[in-house]
């Protein structure tokens, strides 16, 4: 109860700075630098405690399985319950209300309305005639993909082969001294 409390005030004191800060956008500039760093490093520092885990280690394959199996769970059921909830709901993939009417209506008025499926100017033509919008998204994905996979192996590395063969000597020298 009393770190659900701590959560709590430190969310409604972050939201309150945050309101009384938010004008001056221009003085926090680094700061997302600042917390990307302080992320890679709580990744880095998880990476070498679990790498320098026997048990994490020995049963690594077992929860990379496992993890993948609940993910591939968690995206299909997301992908399968929000197709139902469009259908029941009765909206299209951009989530405009479906109505018999609309869909008569641009039946009739198919060459009349071509001017709302022109592409949008920062849009690329690719093949077939369809358009894809210029996006730094996807690669926006990969750089934060790449931030947490390779401090992660990083710190696991270090904590397999730094750290855990330490511990193991320190062992063996504690059995062989008593």
Known sequence: METLLLYY???ILGYFLASKVRNNKEKFNKLDEIFNGLIVLLILLMGIRMGSDQKV????GMIGFSSVVVSVLVVGFSVLFVSLARKVMRLDKQANPISKKTEIEFSYNKFEDIEKFKPIEDSLAIEGGKYQEKSSQSNNNIFTL????????IGLAIGYLVILP?????????????
Do not use: R
Request: a negative charge; one cysteine or more; proline letters at 4%.
């Open 146 to 153: 790449l931030i947490v996979i390779i401090p992660l192996i």
């Open 166 to 178: 330490s511990d193991i000597k320190e062992e063996h020298l504690n059995l062989v001294i008593c």
């Open 9 to 11: 005030t430190a969310m």
């Open 57 to 60: 280690i020995s049963n690594l």
